[in-house]
Protein backbone atom coordinates (compact mmCIF):
# COMPACT_ATOMS: atom_id res chain seq x y z
CA UNK A 1 0.00 0.00 0.00
CA UNK A 2 1.17 3.62 -0.56
CA UNK A 3 1.12 5.20 3.77
CA UNK A 4 1.29 8.80 3.48
CA UNK A 5 0.10 11.27 6.20
CA UNK A 6 -3.61 12.12 6.89
CA UNK A 7 -2.65 15.48 5.15
CA UNK A 8 -1.31 14.43 2.34
CA UNK A 9 -3.90 11.71 1.31
CA UNK A 10 -6.79 14.28 1.56
CA UNK A 11 -4.57 16.46 -0.59
CA UNK A 12 -6.04 14.77 -3.52
CA UNK A 13 -9.65 16.30 -2.48
CA UNK A 14 -10.77 19.23 -4.70
CA UNK A 15 -13.94 21.73 -4.83
CA UNK A 16 -16.66 20.37 -6.05
CA UNK A 17 -15.51 16.72 -5.65
CA UNK A 18 -17.91 14.40 -4.36
CA UNK A 19 -16.70 12.50 -1.03
CA UNK A 20 -18.15 9.63 0.70
CA UNK A 21 -17.51 8.96 4.26
CA UNK A 22 -17.54 5.10 5.42
CA UNK A 23 -20.62 4.14 7.68
CA UNK A 24 -21.29 4.30 11.17
CA UNK A 25 -18.80 3.17 13.54
CA UNK A 26 -16.36 2.89 10.46
CA UNK A 27 -16.53 6.31 10.10
CA UNK A 28 -12.22 7.35 9.63
CA UNK A 29 -12.24 10.72 12.26
CA UNK A 30 -8.27 11.06 11.23
CA UNK A 31 -9.27 11.59 7.67
CA UNK A 32 -12.00 13.78 8.71
CA UNK A 33 -9.72 15.58 10.56
CA UNK A 34 -7.83 16.02 8.08
CA UNK A 35 -10.25 17.23 5.54
CA UNK A 36 -11.47 20.16 8.07
CA UNK A 37 -8.13 21.23 8.16
CA UNK A 38 -8.48 21.90 4.36
CA UNK A 39 -11.44 23.70 4.69
CA UNK A 40 -10.47 27.44 4.26
CA UNK A 41 -9.24 26.50 0.32
CA UNK A 42 -11.93 23.86 -0.35
CA UNK A 43 -15.65 25.09 -1.72
CA UNK A 44 -18.61 22.97 -2.76
CA UNK A 45 -17.53 19.92 -1.68
CA UNK A 46 -20.43 17.12 -1.56
CA UNK A 47 -20.41 14.43 0.77
CA UNK A 48 -22.38 11.67 0.99
CA UNK A 49 -23.16 9.17 3.51
CA UNK A 50 -25.48 6.74 5.61
CA UNK A 51 -25.21 7.26 9.94
CA UNK A 52 -21.83 7.92 11.32
CA UNK A 53 -20.94 8.16 14.82
CA UNK A 54 -18.30 10.79 16.32
CA UNK A 55 -18.19 14.26 15.35
CA UNK A 56 -19.52 15.62 11.79
CA UNK A 57 -17.93 18.91 11.78
CA UNK A 58 -18.43 19.38 8.32
CA UNK A 59 -22.24 19.22 8.69
CA UNK A 60 -21.83 23.10 10.53
CA UNK A 61 -23.05 25.73 9.03
CA UNK A 62 -19.67 27.61 9.75
CA UNK A 63 -18.57 25.72 6.62
CA UNK A 64 -22.07 26.00 4.77
CA UNK A 65 -19.36 27.12 1.50
CA UNK A 66 -16.52 24.45 2.34
CA UNK A 67 -19.23 21.40 2.63
CA UNK A 68 -22.60 20.49 1.43
CA UNK A 69 -24.16 17.28 3.32
CA UNK A 70 -25.76 14.50 1.44
CA UNK A 71 -27.44 12.29 4.41
CA UNK A 72 -28.95 8.74 3.24
CA UNK A 73 -30.01 8.40 7.02
CA UNK A 74 -29.54 11.23 9.62
CA UNK A 75 -28.05 10.24 12.92
CA UNK A 76 -27.51 12.31 16.01
CA UNK A 77 -24.23 13.98 14.77
CA UNK A 78 -26.52 15.61 11.65
CA UNK A 79 -29.34 16.74 13.90
CA UNK A 80 -27.46 18.83 15.57
CA UNK A 81 -26.73 20.94 12.76
CA UNK A 82 -28.54 24.08 13.51
CA UNK A 83 -30.51 25.96 10.73
CA UNK A 84 -30.21 27.19 8.35
CA UNK A 85 -27.66 24.81 7.07
CA UNK A 86 -29.13 21.85 7.91
CA UNK A 87 -27.74 18.75 6.02
CA UNK A 88 -29.67 17.51 2.82
CA UNK A 89 -31.41 14.44 3.10
CA UNK A 90 -31.87 11.81 0.15
CA UNK A 91 -34.51 9.04 0.70
CA UNK A 92 -34.43 6.02 -0.80
CA UNK A 93 -34.73 2.34 0.87
CA UNK A 94 -31.40 0.94 2.10
CA UNK A 95 -31.50 -2.06 -0.31
CA UNK A 96 -31.86 0.58 -3.46
CA UNK A 97 -28.63 2.84 -1.71
CA UNK A 98 -25.93 1.43 -3.17
CA UNK A 99 -27.32 1.68 -6.77
CA UNK A 100 -27.30 5.08 -6.64
CA UNK A 101 -23.32 4.74 -6.58
CA UNK A 102 -22.93 1.70 -8.83
CA UNK A 103 -25.39 3.59 -11.74
CA UNK A 104 -23.88 6.62 -11.66
CA UNK A 105 -26.92 8.34 -10.25
CA UNK A 106 -24.44 9.70 -7.25
CA UNK A 107 -21.16 10.12 -8.56
CA UNK A 108 -18.22 9.54 -6.67
CA UNK A 109 -15.16 11.10 -6.79
CA UNK A 110 -13.40 10.11 -3.30
CA UNK A 111 -14.16 7.58 -0.65
CA UNK A 112 -13.07 7.83 2.93
CA UNK A 113 -13.06 4.67 4.66
CA UNK A 114 -11.70 2.52 7.61
CA UNK A 115 -10.13 -0.91 7.37
CA UNK A 116 -8.30 -3.52 8.84
CA UNK A 117 -4.49 -3.85 8.31
CA UNK A 118 -4.20 -6.50 5.31
CA UNK A 119 -3.97 -10.13 5.76
CA UNK A 120 -0.77 -12.32 4.23
CA UNK A 121 -2.88 -12.07 1.28
CA UNK A 122 -3.24 -8.71 0.62
CA UNK A 123 -6.59 -8.50 1.78
CA UNK A 124 -8.04 -5.70 4.00
CA UNK A 125 -11.61 -5.72 5.41
CA UNK A 126 -14.32 -2.69 5.87
CA UNK A 127 -15.06 -4.33 9.45
CA UNK A 128 -17.74 -3.48 10.92
CA UNK A 129 -19.87 -1.72 8.36
CA UNK A 130 -20.19 -3.30 4.71
CA UNK A 131 -23.86 -1.62 4.28
CA UNK A 132 -23.46 0.58 1.22
CA UNK A 133 -19.55 1.27 1.72
CA UNK A 134 -18.75 -1.63 -0.47
CA UNK A 135 -20.23 -0.11 -3.46
CA UNK A 136 -18.97 3.34 -2.88
CA UNK A 137 -15.46 1.93 -2.80
CA UNK A 138 -16.36 0.01 -6.10
CA UNK A 139 -17.49 3.13 -7.80
CA UNK A 140 -15.18 5.90 -6.19
CA UNK A 141 -12.18 6.73 -8.79
CA UNK A 142 -9.93 7.20 -5.56
CA UNK A 143 -9.87 5.26 -2.27
CA UNK A 144 -8.11 6.67 0.78
CA UNK A 145 -8.33 3.81 3.67
CA UNK A 146 -7.22 4.56 7.68
CA UNK A 147 -5.81 1.37 8.43
CA UNK A 148 -6.65 0.49 12.22
CA UNK A 149 -5.79 -2.29 13.89
CA UNK A 150 -8.94 -2.04 16.17
CA UNK A 151 -11.35 -2.72 13.27
CA UNK A 152 -12.19 -6.11 13.39
CA UNK A 153 -11.79 -8.32 10.21
CA UNK A 154 -15.29 -9.67 9.17
CA UNK A 155 -16.15 -12.69 6.99
CA UNK A 156 -18.76 -11.94 3.94
CA UNK A 157 -18.40 -9.14 1.33
CA UNK A 158 -15.98 -6.66 2.88
CA UNK A 159 -12.81 -7.75 1.78
CA UNK A 160 -11.00 -5.02 0.03
CA UNK A 161 -7.33 -6.06 -1.88
CA UNK A 162 -4.48 -3.51 -1.17
CA UNK A 163 -4.56 -2.52 -4.47
CA UNK A 164 -7.75 -0.70 -5.06
CA UNK A 165 -6.74 1.44 -2.03
CA UNK A 166 -5.08 4.30 -3.40
CA UNK A 167 -3.48 6.17 -0.56
CA UNK A 168 -3.43 4.91 3.24
CA UNK A 169 -2.60 6.30 6.56
CA UNK A 170 -1.69 4.17 9.71
CA UNK A 171 -4.33 4.74 12.80
CA UNK A 172 -4.56 3.08 16.00
CA UNK A 173 -7.64 4.45 17.31
CA UNK A 174 -10.55 2.43 19.38
CA UNK A 175 -14.00 2.47 17.68
CA UNK A 176 -16.85 3.95 19.08
CA UNK A 177 -19.03 2.10 21.49
CA UNK A 178 -22.59 2.04 22.41
CA UNK A 179 -22.87 -0.16 25.57
CA UNK A 180 -26.22 -2.00 26.12
CA UNK A 181 -28.23 -0.22 29.24
CA UNK A 182 -30.24 -0.99 31.83
CA UNK A 183 -34.02 -1.69 30.45
CA UNK A 184 -36.92 0.25 31.29
CA UNK A 185 -40.50 -1.58 32.68
CA UNK A 186 -41.55 0.16 29.59
CA UNK A 187 -39.19 -1.26 27.14
CA UNK A 188 -39.21 -4.70 29.49
CA UNK A 189 -42.65 -4.71 28.76
CA UNK A 190 -42.84 -3.89 24.85
CA UNK A 191 -39.68 -6.84 24.96
CA UNK A 192 -41.97 -9.54 26.60
CA UNK A 193 -44.95 -8.67 23.95
CA UNK A 194 -42.90 -8.96 20.76
CA UNK A 195 -41.17 -12.35 22.18
CA UNK A 196 -44.85 -13.73 22.47
CA UNK A 197 -45.07 -13.37 19.18
CA UNK A 198 -41.83 -15.05 17.86
CA UNK A 199 -42.27 -18.51 17.21
CA UNK A 200 -39.55 -21.33 17.26
CA UNK A 201 -37.20 -21.22 14.22
CA UNK A 202 -38.02 -18.04 13.36
CA UNK A 203 -35.74 -15.78 11.51
CA UNK A 204 -35.39 -12.25 13.00
CA UNK A 205 -34.67 -8.98 11.95
CA UNK A 206 -34.10 -6.10 14.59
CA UNK A 207 -31.87 -3.18 15.10
CA UNK A 208 -29.98 -1.26 17.98
CA UNK A 209 -31.60 0.65 20.93
CA UNK A 210 -33.58 -0.32 23.69
CA UNK A 211 -36.45 -1.96 22.50
CA UNK A 212 -34.50 -4.52 20.63
CA UNK A 213 -32.40 -5.21 23.50
CA UNK A 214 -35.28 -5.57 25.47
CA UNK A 215 -37.12 -8.33 22.72
CA UNK A 216 -33.79 -9.99 22.98
CA UNK A 217 -33.39 -10.51 26.59
CA UNK A 218 -37.31 -12.19 26.30
CA UNK A 219 -36.13 -14.45 24.35
CA UNK A 220 -34.26 -16.72 26.68
CA UNK A 221 -36.79 -19.90 26.44
CA UNK A 222 -36.68 -19.84 22.80
CA UNK A 223 -35.30 -22.47 20.20
CA UNK A 224 -33.46 -22.82 17.04
CA UNK A 225 -33.87 -18.97 16.17
CA UNK A 226 -31.81 -17.37 13.34
CA UNK A 227 -30.37 -13.91 12.26
CA UNK A 228 -30.77 -12.37 9.20
CA UNK A 229 -31.09 -8.45 9.80
CA UNK A 230 -29.65 -5.06 8.50
CA UNK A 231 -27.77 -4.87 12.06
CA UNK A 232 -26.94 -6.03 15.57
CA UNK A 233 -25.69 -5.63 18.86
CA UNK A 234 -24.67 -7.01 21.92
CA UNK A 235 -27.57 -9.03 22.72
CA UNK A 236 -27.27 -11.28 19.87
CA UNK A 237 -24.33 -12.68 21.77
CA UNK A 238 -25.50 -14.24 24.75
CA UNK A 239 -28.08 -15.86 22.80
CA UNK A 240 -25.81 -17.42 20.40
CA UNK A 241 -23.74 -18.64 23.57
CA UNK A 242 -26.94 -19.94 24.97
CA UNK A 243 -28.23 -21.69 22.34
CA UNK A 244 -30.75 -20.19 21.12
CA UNK A 245 -29.90 -18.54 18.34
CA UNK A 246 -28.30 -21.44 15.69
CA UNK A 247 -29.91 -20.67 12.44
CA UNK A 248 -31.02 -24.10 11.75
CA UNK A 249 -33.84 -23.89 10.13
CA UNK A 250 -32.53 -20.79 8.15
CA UNK A 251 -32.87 -21.41 4.38
CA UNK A 252 -30.59 -18.62 3.06
CA UNK A 253 -27.02 -19.06 4.75
CA UNK A 254 -28.51 -21.30 7.58
CA UNK A 255 -26.13 -21.49 10.54
CA UNK A 256 -25.13 -17.95 9.93
CA UNK A 257 -25.86 -14.72 11.28
CA UNK A 258 -26.38 -12.53 7.80
CA UNK A 259 -26.20 -8.81 8.86
CA UNK A 260 -24.72 -5.80 6.82
CA UNK A 261 -23.03 -3.80 9.92
CA UNK A 262 -22.88 -3.60 13.48
CA UNK A 263 -22.80 -1.42 16.60
CA UNK A 264 -22.03 -1.71 19.69
CA UNK A 265 -19.48 -2.84 22.71
CA UNK A 266 -15.84 -4.24 22.15
CA UNK A 267 -17.43 -7.47 23.45
CA UNK A 268 -19.44 -6.86 20.25
CA UNK A 269 -16.41 -6.11 18.03
CA UNK A 270 -14.48 -9.04 19.64
CA UNK A 271 -17.34 -11.33 18.76
CA UNK A 272 -17.53 -10.41 15.33
CA UNK A 273 -13.77 -10.60 15.08
CA UNK A 274 -12.84 -13.62 12.43
CA UNK A 275 -15.96 -15.22 13.48
CA UNK A 276 -16.90 -17.02 10.42
CA UNK A 277 -19.84 -17.37 12.07
CA UNK A 278 -20.75 -14.02 10.75
CA UNK A 279 -21.49 -12.38 7.42
CA UNK A 280 -21.64 -9.25 6.75
CA UNK A 281 -22.35 -8.77 3.44
CA UNK A 282 -23.73 -5.72 0.68
CA UNK A 283 -27.15 -3.76 2.10
CA UNK A 284 -28.37 -4.64 -1.74
CA UNK A 285 -28.66 -8.14 -0.76
CA UNK A 286 -28.83 -8.36 3.04
CA UNK A 287 -32.05 -6.11 2.63
CA UNK A 288 -33.46 -7.50 -1.08
CA UNK A 289 -37.27 -8.51 -0.10
CA UNK A 290 -36.47 -11.14 -2.87
CA UNK A 291 -33.87 -12.99 -0.52
CA UNK A 292 -35.70 -11.89 2.92
CA UNK A 293 -38.65 -13.76 2.35
CA UNK A 294 -37.28 -16.57 1.63
CA UNK A 295 -36.53 -17.48 5.09
CA UNK A 296 -39.01 -19.51 7.25
CA UNK A 297 -41.28 -17.12 9.50
CA UNK A 298 -39.25 -13.79 9.49
CA UNK A 299 -40.08 -11.88 12.05
CA UNK A 300 -39.04 -8.22 11.64
CA UNK A 301 -39.28 -5.52 14.43
CA UNK A 302 -39.06 -2.11 14.10
CA UNK A 303 -39.32 1.12 15.81
CA UNK A 304 -41.90 4.18 14.74
CA UNK A 305 -42.35 7.92 15.89
CA UNK A 306 -46.26 8.04 15.74
CA UNK A 307 -49.10 5.95 14.27
CA UNK A 308 -51.99 7.39 13.35
CA UNK A 309 -55.36 5.77 14.01
CA UNK A 310 -55.18 3.36 10.72
CA UNK A 311 -51.92 2.51 10.81
CA UNK A 312 -49.85 4.58 8.87
CA UNK A 313 -46.13 4.72 10.20
CA UNK A 314 -43.96 7.61 10.35
CA UNK A 315 -40.48 6.92 11.71
CA UNK A 316 -38.02 9.16 10.09
CA UNK A 317 -39.50 12.64 10.78
CA UNK A 318 -40.75 14.85 13.71
CA UNK A 319 -43.80 16.47 11.05
CA UNK A 320 -41.30 18.82 8.86
CA UNK A 321 -37.95 17.50 10.45
CA UNK A 322 -36.15 15.17 9.58
CA UNK A 323 -34.85 12.66 12.32
CA UNK A 324 -33.63 9.80 10.42
CA UNK A 325 -34.57 7.92 7.49
CA UNK A 326 -36.52 5.29 5.88
CA UNK A 327 -33.92 2.96 5.81
CA UNK A 328 -34.37 -0.56 5.89
CA UNK A 329 -37.95 -0.73 7.58
CA UNK A 330 -39.85 -1.10 4.58
CA UNK A 331 -37.41 -3.86 3.18
CA UNK A 332 -37.66 -6.01 5.82
CA UNK A 333 -41.81 -5.21 7.09
CA UNK A 334 -42.09 -6.13 3.31
CA UNK A 335 -39.60 -9.17 3.55
CA UNK A 336 -41.54 -10.37 6.59
CA UNK A 337 -45.27 -10.40 5.50
CA UNK A 338 -44.11 -12.19 2.07
CA UNK A 339 -42.33 -14.85 4.19
CA UNK A 340 -44.07 -17.76 4.98
CA UNK A 341 -45.10 -17.72 8.63
CA UNK A 342 -43.34 -14.27 9.11
CA UNK A 343 -44.33 -10.88 10.89
CA UNK A 344 -43.74 -7.87 10.78
CA UNK A 345 -43.52 -5.83 13.86
CA UNK A 346 -43.71 -1.90 14.54
CA UNK A 347 -43.09 -1.63 18.50
CA UNK A 348 -42.78 1.75 20.62
CA UNK A 349 -43.80 3.04 23.66
CA UNK A 350 -47.04 4.73 23.98
CA UNK A 351 -46.09 8.29 24.96
CA UNK A 352 -42.91 10.09 24.56
CA UNK A 353 -40.59 11.49 26.83
CA UNK A 354 -42.89 14.58 27.55
CA UNK A 355 -46.03 12.50 27.78
CA UNK A 356 -47.43 13.18 24.23
CA UNK A 357 -49.20 9.96 22.72
CA UNK A 358 -47.38 8.02 20.16
CA UNK A 359 -50.91 6.96 18.58
CA UNK A 360 -52.40 9.89 17.17
CA UNK A 361 -55.45 10.91 15.40
CA UNK A 362 -53.17 12.27 12.87
CA UNK A 363 -49.82 12.46 11.77
CA UNK A 364 -47.96 16.06 12.52
CA UNK A 365 -48.10 18.10 9.48
CA UNK A 366 -45.29 17.20 7.22
CA UNK A 367 -44.41 13.89 8.59
CA UNK A 368 -43.53 11.16 6.46
CA UNK A 369 -45.44 7.72 5.79
CA UNK A 370 -42.11 5.10 5.78
CA UNK A 371 -44.82 1.98 6.15
CA UNK A 372 -47.94 2.64 4.87
CA UNK A 373 -51.02 0.92 6.49
CA UNK A 374 -51.75 -1.18 3.71
CA UNK A 375 -48.63 -3.08 4.59
CA UNK A 376 -48.71 -2.55 8.60
CA UNK A 377 -49.47 -5.51 10.48
CA UNK A 378 -48.33 -5.93 14.03
CA UNK A 379 -48.44 -3.06 16.50
CA UNK A 380 -46.63 -3.18 20.11
CA UNK A 381 -46.69 -0.56 22.87
CA UNK A 382 -46.48 -1.66 26.70
CA UNK A 383 -50.10 -2.22 26.87
CA UNK A 384 -50.01 -5.28 24.47
CA UNK A 385 -49.85 -6.00 20.42
CA UNK A 386 -52.63 -5.85 17.73
CA UNK A 387 -52.52 -6.99 14.41
CA UNK A 388 -54.10 -4.44 12.05
CA UNK A 389 -53.76 -6.90 8.72
CA UNK A 390 -56.99 -7.21 7.12
CA UNK A 391 -59.09 -4.29 9.54
CA UNK A 392 -61.08 -1.92 8.19
CA UNK A 393 -59.97 1.63 9.24
CA UNK A 394 -62.87 1.78 12.04
CA UNK A 395 -61.32 -1.76 13.17
CA UNK A 396 -57.69 -0.14 13.27
CA UNK A 397 -58.58 3.02 14.95
CA UNK A 398 -60.49 0.06 18.02
CA UNK A 399 -57.36 -1.87 18.18
CA UNK A 400 -54.60 0.93 18.69
CA UNK A 401 -57.14 2.78 20.31
CA UNK A 402 -56.89 -0.24 23.25
CA UNK A 403 -52.86 0.05 23.65
CA UNK A 404 -52.49 3.81 23.87
CA UNK A 405 -51.77 4.93 27.37
CA UNK A 406 -55.08 4.97 29.47
CA UNK A 407 -54.95 8.97 29.72
CA UNK A 408 -55.06 9.80 25.90
CA UNK A 409 -57.78 6.97 25.25
CA UNK A 410 -60.32 8.87 25.98
CA UNK A 411 -59.37 12.06 23.73
CA UNK A 412 -57.48 9.24 20.41
CA UNK A 413 -61.66 8.20 21.06
CA UNK A 414 -63.12 11.10 20.57
CA UNK A 415 -61.20 11.95 17.39
CA UNK A 416 -61.95 8.16 15.88
CA UNK A 417 -65.91 8.77 16.81
CA UNK A 418 -65.08 12.39 14.78
CA UNK A 419 -63.77 10.72 11.52
CA UNK A 420 -66.15 7.24 11.21
CA UNK A 421 -68.57 8.27 13.60
CA UNK A 422 -68.81 4.59 15.21
CA UNK A 423 -66.12 2.34 16.13
CA UNK A 424 -66.29 -1.23 15.64
CA UNK A 425 -64.93 -4.16 17.95
CA UNK A 426 -62.43 -6.20 16.52
Not at 131 to 156: E, F
Not at 246 to 261: C, N
Not at 370 to 393: F, S
Request: proline share 5%.
Amino acid sequence: MKWVSAEDAISVIKSGDHVFIHSIAAAPQELIAALMQRADELRGVEIFHIHTEGPAPYASRDYAESFHTNALFVGSNLRAAAAPHEPDYIPVFLSEAPALFRNGILPLDVALIQVSPPDQHGFCSLGVSVDLSRAAVQSARYVIAQVNPQMPRTHGDGLIHVREIDAAVAVDLLLPETPPHELTDIEQAIGRHCAALIDDGATLQMGIGAIPDAVLAALGSHQRLGIHTEMFSDGVIDLVERGVITGEQKRVHPGKIVATFVMGSRRLYDFVDDNPQVALLDVAYVNDTAVIRRNPQVTAINSAIEIDLTGQVCADSIGTRQYSGVGGQMDFIRGASLSQGGKPIIALPSVTRRGESRLVAMLKPGAGVVTTRAHVHYVVTEYGAVNLYGKNLRQRARALIDIAHPQHRAMLERAAFERFKTIDRY
